[in-house]
């Protein structure tokens, strides 16, 4: 089933979206990413609401993507869907072997876990030790390393770590992971080969992975991931971008509206902040279900500064959508 074929709603203006927004500062439980708290700018539409938080390090050509997405959250809403829940991987950052257990325990039921590996300062003993303590306690593990390895690197550390259910984004390029792939037997997966990428069926046209890493927000927004899914030889895993749970509402109701859906998706990540903005897509027997999401009267603010950094960036990429 394709997603519903809706007109797109009459663009809102920059002032539009600035008028209803709200921008949250998300303490996190674990440094990720480099950060321990985590931005966004939250603004409502007719249909609900919707998000912009590209990471600072996206240029605007790139974070404007993000901002399509938002609205058409916010103002289209999401595709019908074909299921009430979708299953969750319990997500692990670079943190030290003992500590593995601890937030493994914040996805109660899960059988996926995604461990995160080639954090900078870290050795691959450490992403070792991390995997197999996750190994014990959950039967599916898949680890990230947001390509960071050199193609021999990931071919020694993919030895090194042993059976996974995949590998997602051992190296930076196309052409790498396509050397990866045709060297190891773990199956590989594209994340930002995807999502950054001017052309996301490269990979595929290069025979780079077996699996792709699809986001809401760097896609476009709901719909425009759900036909790339359609369009990709692979399976599809939708997974988060660190988002609040407004984001992770649209996600969600992504992965609830595709068609062929077999792996667990990384949709649980709301478990990372010591706060969300509103109630969070909490794991139950190792799913989570598909709801709308308004944020909380009393959500953490960022500071005026901050906040007048974002709406800057809004202005800027809302002026890039309009080109």
Known sequence: MKPKDTPPPSMPTADDLIDTARVVALPMRTKFRGITVREALLFKGPAG????????????AEARMWLAAGIEAAFLGAPDPLRDTVAVNATVPAVPADE??????????????????AEPGQTLADDVDRV????ELVSTVRVDANGAWTV???????????????????????????????????????????????????????????????????????????????RLPMDVVVSSALDTAV???????????????????????????????????????????LRSVAPSDDVPLASPDRTAWWHDRLRRCHAELMR
């Open 49 to 60: 609401w919707g998000e912009f938080a590209p990471f600072p390090e996206y240029n605007d």
């Open 100 to 117: 593995v257990a601890a937030i493994i325990a914040r996805y109660p039921g899960a059988t996926t876990v995604k461990v995160k590996v």
């Open 132 to 135: 197999a303590a996750a190994r």
């Open 152 to 230: 021999d690197e990931a071919i020694e550390a993919i030895a090194a770590i042993g059976d996974v259910e995949y590998v997602e984004q051992p190296c930076r390029t196309v052409e790498e992971l396509a050397q990866v792939r045709k060297s190891v037997k773990a199956l590989i997966a594209a994340d930002e080969s995807i999502r950054r990428s001017t052309d996301p069926m490269r990979v595929a046209k290069a025979g780079a992975a077996d699996i792709a890493v699809l986001k809401v927000a760097p896609l476009g927004g709901m719909r425009s991931l759900i036909k790339l899914a359609g």
């Open 247 to 289: 984001g992770m509402s649209a996600g969600v109701a992504a992965a609830a509206a595709l068609p062929n859906l077999h792996r667990a998706c990384g949709l649980g990540t709301g478990a990372m902040f010591t706060r969300d903005v509103a109630v969070p897509f909490r794991v139950h027997e190792g799913a989570v279900e």
